[in-house]
């Protein structure tokens, strides 16, 4: 997976607010970019995908941050 | 020691003006009431007895199966009474499998999107061949990967819900294709009062105060000629169910059910529509999506998420502008995890209210309803600089 342009941290937070704040991150990425969110949130994991769906993203998928929280990668598409 | 002052029930609150969490709970129906009150009164022995007041116990107990057992297509000796939805399910589904015991049939196919009910018994067992079946976006299994793990070696029994108990969708029950010796068991405490039930099942439960009757009654239903053995200390046979018969409760139970069946056409007509205008007013918000399956699907309940709102707030900033409503979101829940049933369908789990009817929701309660949401969430998106 390629290094995204942007990673929010996101650690801690409760179900949504990782999904604002990729929201909130998003115009700064430029179209074609990744962003990525690390949340160990257990929502996290089927709220970004669907996310994606309702918002026109791209969802790349699930990798491991390297203190093994998960990281949530998204493409930048609309 | 103090003795306690004031008199039970005191402190209880008054209902919610706009109680939309029928799904849980719906409120007593007056034909229950009714029976149930004349029911204590007479039912309160033991059936087991040989004396006059037991005998008059057993004639309103079998009556309660008789009834129950003509409303739901089954005889009167198939029927139990159990202490919840949640015990008869365990009791149904643990006693399929119990039967088998001795043979190397163990495992349990299920969908993904079974109540937490069946999901907990199936847990409970402990086997490697026990299978969860995907579901499409709709919620809705495919009968044919039902059918295809079903046929997998060491499988003892299917389970399939008759309908889906947060999103609403019907699931294709009728369109099972078994293999001869594979009992199924369906969960019908989301359908049962709602909706057509599926006509070919070997047990099924029901929870009643989901279609009226009274809290604390589960309906239990095993074919006779089915194998099924109590899967918990006690005697076979479903006649006394975990012990002592609540005889008032499930007079009360049948009432409530003969109750709803006579009128389900009507009422399902009515809740369809209403439902119908849920669906559009609160999918025309922005990033709000409705979920379950729009036509097949119970008449009284409609899920629908919220991004960027949590669901335990929506619930509590419904509830102040009046509404009682039910959510999947993992914050409203014990295990802070999402309700498996979104997750499953690939639905957003956060934001996620599901509202369902009672008999008597009008046109204005869910106008008021829709634009309660529609205030409330995007008071919270401007709150959260969205």
Known sequence: MTTPAAELDCRGLPCPRPIIELAKALPAVALGELLSVVSDDPAARHDVPAWCRMRGQEYVGEEAADDGVPRYVVRRVS | ?386
């Open chain 2, 1 to 386: 020691m103090t003795t306690p002052s004031g008199t039970p029930g005191e402190a209880i609150p008054r209902p919610l003006d706009h109680y939309l969490d029928t799904a849980s709970a719906e409120p007593l129906h007056p034909a229950a009431r009714e029976v149930l009150l004349a029911a204590l009164e007479r039912g309160y022995a033991d059936p087991r007895r040989l004396h006059r007041q037991a005998r008059d116990a057993r004639l309103l107990l079998d009556n309660a199966r008789a009834v129950v057992a003509e409303c739901l297509g089954a005889r009167p000796d198939e029927v139990g009474f159990a202490a919840s939805g949640t015990d008869a399910v365990h009791r149904g589904l643990l006693g399929l499998v119990r039967a088998q015991r001795g043979t190397a049939r163990t495992g349990v196919v299920h969908s993904a999107v079974e109540h937490s009910s069946v999901l907990h018994a199936v847990g409970w067992l402990d086997s490697p061949l026990h299978a969860s079946v995907p579901v499409d976006a709709s919620a809705r299994v495919d009968p044919a990967a039902v059918d295809a793990a079903a046929r997998s070696d060491g499988v003892a029994v299917v389970a399939l819900q008759a309908a889906n108990q947060e999103v609403g969708t019907v699931q294709p029950v009728d369109a099972l294709d078994l293999p001869e010796r594979i009992p199924l068991f369906v969960d019908a405490a989301a359908a049962a009062g709602r909706i057509e039930l599926p006509s070919r099942w070997d047990a099924l439960a029901a929870s009643a105060r989901k279609f009226g009757g009274p809290a604390g009654v589960g309906v239990l239903v095993v074919r006779r000629e089915v194998r099924w053995s109590t899967p918990f200390p006690g005697d076979d046979g479903l006649d006394q169910l975990g012990g002592d018969a609540n005889v008032p409760g499930a007079l009360a139970t049948a009432a409530a059910l003969q109750a709803v069946l006579s009128e389900r056409e009507e009422t399902a007509a009515r809740q369809h529509e209403l439902t119908d205008r849920i669906r559009r007013a609160v999918g025309s918000l922005p990033d709000t999506e409705v979920v379950g399956d729009p036509v097949d699907r119970l008449p009284h309940l409609v899920t629908f998420s919220c991004l960027y709102v949590a669901g335990d707030e929506l619930v509590t900033a419904l509830d102040r502008r009046g509404y009682g409503v039910a959510s999947g979101s993992a914050c409203t829940a014990s295990t802070l995890e999402p309700s498996h049933v979104l997750a499953a369908m690939g639905a957003l789990t956060h934001g996620n209210v599901r509202v369902s009817l009672r008999r008597d929701s009008t046109v204005a309660e869910v106008d008021g309803f829709c634009a309660a949401v529609a205030d409330a969430v995007a008071e919270f998106r401007s709150g959260a600089g969205l």
